[in-house]
């Protein structure tokens, strides 16, 4: 879904409490010069809504969304309740939020409040009511912005009130005690809770928690902060039918974002990619990607992004020339219908004074200045892109409750945050392939290839739905770690893998994770005691290697390391692996060939020979495919070349230039130069309409520039 307007909607956060009134009528005037449709007010002014408790000012505010409407531009209005005002800290210093040493964290900074205070929820939620009464009918206001960035700050609270709730949280999810003793597992190291008040939150302990402990606390955490936002949305509904958001944050870990999507009218998303990290247009499609899949294949909004350099960075640099526009029509590629930015004018004071906008402290005499007007004049253009489809044969699944569960678990590794689910998307990105973004319970009947990474949770549903879809002909692909343990991080037995063993054919022995360099006696001395260490020296440590060597055993998979020309060894792993066993007997009794096997090269040297690659062919065509270890970038495409051809995956225009990334949406085809080099193209047919000029086949693309070619 997204905001009433006929084209791409285009503004950014303002805050006119910064500002006086003759800067806030210039502001209007130069926002009809950039273009802008459409501006997010309120966010953080509940100080001034409710100057001091229970009294409301908003006819300041009501001026302003009305000269905004008759300027032509819609308000997106926020409930502004992000960040409470003085008074209520002062009053209710225990509105504020506890951390997990049982700090209480002062006023003077934003999001001070403990998402469980009955103070702070009550006062929220008659300010939002307040809000909602008055604006309803503005016809000036056409979506709702509940709060901003949920969880940004502070995603959990240590503080009593919470633990309260977590009690009632895990009365309602458990029932009894004995059902939360047995799913903790509580009967190692005399964890037994007799009743429910006797549990408390996962703060500062001696030593390791229980991670199934820990892991309903991110749980409860995440239901909290979201019944924030569903008492404010439902507030609003009673008094309008205009769609609701809140701002996500890409993959933001604190919050299952699959949890939220189907609470919000509008996916809209704030996203950030770093200017000095040559993968950051990759950072722009995995958010896309990412938010496309929570709007379930629809259109979303780009909430925030920066027209130049952030302040939050330890060093931060501005956007190149050219890039600001680039990345709008990369978001918009992604399925976004609508591009705003933080913020509309930039700060003179306060914490975000360095953070660019799309006013720069320059003024309009400046290169910011000039590429948010262009982009506003090419947004408007992009009106028959909007709800234009994107479509995509292969699918990465990514599920937040496995990415909690990976972190909450002591072992087998450190967690990460969506690593390999990421570095899988990567590969598909940098091929050229398009690629959805799905969540567990996602539809995954139409995809061709899907990919399943560090999902460290079983899932038999999933499974279910996986097994349905190999032998309907797609290639499922699956890495390790995966489906290791159950929902409440209880280890799966007979060999990881659980329900997933029937489908590949394979169960997992053990982990077998490198450590990198290890720090030894002789490492501490520069090797000099290696010439007296006569035990230690002649011990050999591959799990102090930083690689694990791979070998191709199926011949597809040589040819294509082959075309890739890479460096002996043709594949490799970096610092996880597995052993793995065939489900049934035999290989050749559970239906599988070994594609490659580890070569006992690097970290590998006690897996020498077992496999590391398989595949369980189905009929009709589909495989299922697993991976029992971190395949590098080379070693992915190499891989993803085979399995992509299985499944007929085709990138979304052939033999493109370095750098030019390729996406479609319906009959539009975005072509975007992300490197420094003007690129030629050819076969390129169709009005292009960042420009208006008509491609007959042949065009050149400028540096950090980029094209929409209607193709209809
Ligand atoms: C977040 C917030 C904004 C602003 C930006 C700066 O996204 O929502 O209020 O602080 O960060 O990058």
Same mark, same amino acid.
């Given at each position: 879904? #997204?905001?009433?307007?006929?084209?791409?909607?285009?503004?950014?956060?303002?805050?006119?409490?910064?500002?006086?009134?003759?800067?806030?009528?210039?502001?209007?005037?130069?926002?009809?010069?950039?273009?802008?449709?459409?501006?997010?007010?309120?966010?953080?002014?509940?100080?001034?809504?409710?100057?001091?408790?229970?009294?409301?000012?908003?006819?300041?505010?009501?001026?302003?969304?009305?000269?905004?409407?008759?300027?032509?531009?819609?308000?997106?209005?926020?409930?502004?309740?992000?960040?409470?005002?003085?008074?209520?800290?002062?009053?209710?210093?225990?509105?504020?939020?506890?951390?997990?040493?049982?700090?209480?964290?002062?006023?003077?900074?934003?999001?001070?409040?403990?998402?469980?205070?009955?103070?702070? #929820?009550?006062?929220?939620?008659?300010?939002?009511?307040?809000?909602?009464?008055?604006?309803?009918?503005?016809?000036?206001?056409?979506?709702?912005?509940? $709060? +901003?960035?949920?969880?940004?700050?502070?995603?959990?609270?240590?503080?009593?009130?919470?633990?309260?709730?977590?009690?009632?949280? =895990?009365?309602?999810?458990?029932?009894?005690?004995?059902?939360?003793?047995?799913?903790?597992?509580?009967?190692?190291?005399?964890?037994?809770?007799?009743?429910?008040?006797?549990?408390?939150?996962?703060?500062?302990?001696?030593?390791?928690?229980?991670?199934?402990?820990?892991?309903?606390?991110?749980?409860?955490?995440?239901?909290?902060?979201?019944?924030?936002?569903?008492?404010?949305?439902?507030?609003?509904?009673?008094?309008?039918?205009?769609?609701?958001?809140?701002?996500?944050?890409?993959?933001?870990?604190?919050?299952?974002?699959?949890?939220?999507?189907? %609470?919000?009218?509008?996916?809209?998303?704030?996203?950030?990619?770093?200017?000095?990290?040559?993968?950051?247009?990759?950072?722009?499609?995995?958010?896309?990607?990412?938010?496309?899949?929570?709007?379930?294949?629809?259109?979303?909004? =780009?909430?925030?992004?920066?027209?130049?350099?952030?302040?939050?960075?330890?060093? +931060?640099?501005?956007?190149?020339?050219?890039?600001?526009?680039?990345?709008?029509?990369?978001?918009?590629?992604?399925?976004?219908?609508?591009?705003?930015?933080?913020?509309?004018?930039?700060?003179?004071?306060?914490?975000?004074?360095?953070?660019?906008?799309?006013?720069?402290?320059?003024?309009?005499?400046?290169?910011?200045?000039?590429?948010?007007?262009?982009?506003?004049?090419? =947004? $408007?253009?992009?009106?028959?892109?909007?709800?234009?489809?994107?479509?995509?044969?292969?699918?990465?699944?990514?599920?937040?409750?496995?990415?909690?569960?990976?972190?909450?678990?002591?072992?087998?590794? %450190?967690?990460?945050?969506?690593?390999?689910?990421?570095?899988?998307?990567? $590969?598909?990105?940098?091929?050229?392939?398009?690629?959805?973004?799905?969540?567990?319970?996602?539809?995954?009947?139409?995809?061709?290839?899907?990919?399943?990474?560090?999902?460290?949770?079983?899932?038999?549903?999933?499974?279910?739905?996986?097994?349905?879809?190999?032998?309907?002909?797609?290639?499922?692909?699956?890495?390790?770690?995966?489906?290791?343990?159950?929902?409440?991080?209880?280890?799966?037995?007979?060999?990881?893998?659980?329900?997933?063993?029937?489908?590949?054919?394979?169960?997992?022995?053990?982990?077998?994770? =490198?450590?990198?360099?290890?720090?030894?006696?002789?490492?501490?001395?520069?090797?000099?005691?290696?010439?007296? +260490?006569?035990?230690?020296?002649?011990?050999?440590?591959?799990?102090?290697?930083?690689?694990?060597?791979?070998?191709?055993?199926?011949?597809?998979?040589?040819?294509?390391?082959?075309?890739?020309?890479?460096?002996?060894?043709?594949?490799?792993?970096?610092?996880?692996?597995?052993?793995?066993?065939?489900?049934?007997?035999?290989?050749?009794?559970?239906?599988? %060939?070994?594609?490659?096997?580890?070569?006992?090269?690097?970290?590998?040297?006690?897996?020498?020979?077992?496999?590391?690659?398989?595949?369980?062919?189905?009929?009709?065509?589909?495989?299922?495919?697993?991976?029992?270890?971190?395949?590098?970038?080379?070693?992915?495409?190499?891989?993803?070349?085979?399995?992509?051809?299985?499944?007929?995956? #085709?990138?979304?225009?052939?033999?493109?230039?370095?750098?030019?990334?390729?996406?479609?949406?319906?009959?539009?085809?975005?072509?975007?130069?992300?490197?420094?080099?003007?690129?030629?193209?050819?076969?390129?047919?169709?009005?292009?309409?960042?420009?208006?000029?008509?491609?007959?086949?042949?065009?050149?693309?400028?540096?950090?520039?980029?094209?929409?070619?209607?193709?209809?």
């Amino acid at each position: 879904m #997204r905001p009433m307007l006929t084209t791409p909607a285009y503004g950014g956060d303002w805050s006119p409490e910064q500002w006086d009134s003759a800067t806030i009528d210039a502001d209007i005037t130069l926002m009809k010069e950039a273009g802008v449709n459409l501006v997010s007010l309120g966010i953080f002014s509940w100080a001034f809504l409710e100057p001091s408790e229970g009294s409301y000012d908003f006819d300041w505010l009501e001026d302003i969304i009305t000269r905004l409407h008759a300027a032509g531009i819609a308000t997106d209005l926020a409930t502004g309740t992000a960040s409470p005002p003085a008074w209520m800290a002062a009053t209710y210093p225990h509105s504020l939020p506890v951390d997990a040493r049982g700090v209480r964290l002062g006023f003077g900074s934003r999001q001070q409040y403990c998402p469980s205070s009955a103070v702070f #929820r009550g006062a929220a939620q008659r300010l939002t009511r307040a809000i909602a009464q008055r604006f309803a009918d503005h016809p000036g206001v056409v979506m709702w912005h509940v $709060s +901003n960035e949920y969880g940004c700050h502070v995603s959990e609270c240590f503080c009593h009130e919470c633990v309260e709730a977590f009690r009632t949280w =895990l009365r309602d999810t458990y029932a009894s005690i004995d059902a939360l003793n047995a799913a903790w597992g509580t009967a190692f190291w005399s964890q037994r809770y007799t009743a429910f008040d006797q549990v408390g939150a996962p703060g500062a302990m001696p030593t390791f928690h229980n991670p199934a402990h820990a892991l309903d606390w991110r749980r409860f955490s995440n239901d909290n902060l979201l019944s924030l936002m569903i008492a404010e949305r439902d507030i609003i509904r009673q008094y309008s039918s205009a769609p609701v958001t809140t701002n996500f944050m890409g993959d933001f870990p604190r919050l299952d974002y699959q949890k939220w999507a189907g %609470e919000v009218d509008i996916i809209s998303d704030d996203s950030y990619p770093d200017p000095a990290d040559p993968a950051a247009a990759h950072s722009v499609a995995w958010a896309g990607d990412i938010m496309r899949g929570l709007a379930n294949g629809s259109s979303w909004l =780009l909430m925030e992004q920066s027209p130049s350099a952030v302040q939050w960075r330890q060093r +931060n640099s501005p956007k190149r020339p050219g890039q600001y526009l680039l990345w709008t029509l990369g978001r918009m590629a992604h399925g976004a219908d609508g591009i705003l930015q933080f913020q509309w004018r930039q700060s003179l004071r306060g914490s975000e004074t360095f953070h660019a906008a799309m006013v720069p402290h320059s003024g309009k005499d400046s290169r910011t200045w000039g590429e948010v007007v262009r982009t506003g004049e090419v =947004l $408007s253009r992009l009106a028959p892109v909007m709800d234009a489809p994107y479509r995509a044969d292969v699918a990465v699944v990514m599920d937040w409750q496995s990415m909690w569960a990976f972190n909450a678990a002591i072992g087998p590794v %450190e967690g990460t945050h969506f690593e390999r689910p990421r570095a899988w998307h990567r $590969s598909l990105w940098e091929a050229g392939i398009a690629v959805d973004v799905v969540g567990d319970h996602a539809d995954l009947s139409a995809y061709r290839v899907i990919i399943v990474a560090e999902h460290f949770i079983d899932s038999p549903d999933l499974t279910r739905r996986l097994q349905a879809a190999v032998e309907a002909g797609a290639q499922v692909l699956i890495e390790g770690p995966t489906a290791v343990v159950d929902r409440n991080l209880g280890a799966v037995p007979d060999g990881y893998l659980g329900s997933a063993r029937q489908l590949l054919g394979v169960r997992v022995i053990e982990h077998a994770a =490198l450590t990198g360099a290890v720090e030894s006696f002789s490492a501490a001395s520069n090797g000099r005691g290696d010439a007296v +260490n006569r035990l230690s020296r002649a011990v050999g440590t591959p799990a102090a290697c930083e690689w694990i060597g791979v070998e191709a055993h199926a011949d597809a998979l040589r040819r294509a390391t082959d075309r890739l020309g890479t460096p002996a060894p043709d594949l490799r792993a970096g610092q996880w692996a597995e052993e793995i066993a065939p489900a049934a007997h035999s290989w050749h009794d559970s239906g599988v %060939e070994v594609v490659a096997t580890f070569d006992g090269r690097g970290g590998g040297a006690d897996l020498a020979n077992m496999a590391a690659i398989t595949r369980r062919s189905y009929a009709g065509g589909g495989n299922a495919w697993y991976v029992a270890c971190d395949l590098d970038a080379l070693s992915r495409r190499a891989l993803l070349d085979v399995v992509g051809a299985y499944g007929r995956v #085709r990138p979304v225009v052939d033999g493109l230039p370095d750098g030019v990334e390729a996406q479609r949406r319906g009959n539009f085809l975005f072509l975007l130069n992300h490197s420094d080099r003007a690129v030629e193209l050819t076969g390129i047919v169709g009005r292009d309409l960042v420009d208006g000029a008509q491609c007959h086949g042949h065009v050149m693309l400028a540096p950090r520039c980029g094209m929409v070619v209607d193709q209809r």
